[in-house]
């Protein structure tokens, strides 16, 4: 088992909503910046939304105020609500951590990652 564990991937309709989870198994994890990243086959890997252990979070620009991530402490699970999804949101998704910050997260600075939650949604 990895240290972050994705489910809640699926196949959904344009407009419908999914909510991933990640498990963080690993207790040095569980207080550093957390994140979802996502990649489309033949794409780069791009930043989809970040939290830090403070609460302070970053989406990537085209989120919209579509997505958002949040943490549950007491189980060491980190989420991302998905609403109003669109056919080009179909990718995998990553959960991604980086030890070495607590605050301040950055996109390139997360260097742990999940195996994925594949997303896919249809017109």
């Known amino acids: 088992q990895g240290q972050l564990v994705e489910s809640g991937g699926g196949s959904v309709q344009a407009g419908g909503s999914l909510r991933l989870s990640c498990v963080v198994s690993s207790s040095g994890l569980k207080n550093v910046c957390l994140g979802w990243f996502r990649q489309i086959p033949g794409k780069e890997r791009e930043g989809v939304a970040h939290l830090d252990n403070f609460g302070e979070a970053g989406y990537g620009e085209f989120t919209k105020g579509r997505f958002t991530v949040s943490r549950d402490k007491s189980t060491g699970t980190l989420h991302l609500e998905m609403n109003y999804l669109k056919p080009e949101d179909s990718a995998m998704y990553y959960c991604?951590?980086?030890?070495?910050?607590?605050?301040?997260?950055?996109?390139?600075?997360?260097?742990?990652w999940g195996k994925g939650t594949q997303v896919t949604v249809s017109s």
């Open positions: 991604a951590a980086d030890p070495s910050h607590f605050w301040g997260c950055s996109w390139s600075s997360f260097n742990t």
